[in-house]
């Protein structure tokens, strides 16, 4: 029997490192792809901020154009 349980642990060895590369390549996509999210979200952040800003330029000039 003991011959037999080595056999089958000398098996997956060969698969061992090519499971761990696809987790590898899986956790590098997945940083990748939080890494581009993050940046999108900055980027679109910035923008909404600066149309938000605007927006309230434009309101505060309504505002004293109305008042005079």
Known sequence: MDPGAGVRKERPKPRE???RLEKAKQ???QQELKQRQRAEIYALNR??????QQ???SFC???Q???E
Do not use: I, N, W, Y
Request: net charge negative; aromatic share 4%.
């Open 17 to 19: 490192p090519a499971a």
């Open 27 to 29: 956790r590098s996509a």
């Open 47 to 52: 923008v909404m901020t600066e149309l938000e």
């Open 55 to 57: 927006q309230f330029d």
């Open 61 to 63: 000039k309504q505002m």
């Open 65 to 67: 154009g109305s008042g």
